[in-house]
């Protein structure tokens, strides 16, 4: 199964990286995906950054569509390349079970 993620730019030159599709299996828990998938997905960062990520959005849509609170389901908490700290709203549950095809990230704020 896939996810077609995309994220906010954070510096010149990495539009091209924005996209990519992510794999996961039937059954596999939201926190092992966001641990392993995701972060590696996520582009490096000199400082802590925490990522919001949204499901069932894309960064095509309106930023009131695409960052609503009904869709926020996680938070990433990343140090370089390491991720430090998964938090999920509502707990762990299989990536499946969102029923989506997208997810958005963006840099908390």
């Not at 010149?12 to 590696?40: I, P, T, W």
């Not at 509502?90 to 029923?99: H, I, L, Q, T």
């Amino acid at each position: 199964m896939i996810i077609y993620a995309t994220r906010e730019s954070i510096c010149n030159g990495d539009d091209d990286q924005k996209a990519m599709v992510l794999e996961y299996q039937e059954g596999e828990m939201l926190s092992s995906f966001l641990r392993h998938k995701v972060v590696a997905y996520l582009p490096y960062t000199r400082s802590l950054t925490v990522w919001t990520v949204y499901m069932g959005a894309n960064e095509d849509q309106d930023l009131a569509e695409r960052e609503s609170t009904e869709k926020k389901a996680a938070f990433i908490h990343k140090v370089e390349n390491r991720c430090t700290k998964v938090e999920i709203r509502g707990g762990d549950r299989p990536v499946s079970s969102f029923g989506v095809e997208e997810l958005y990230c963006a840099v908390y704020r």
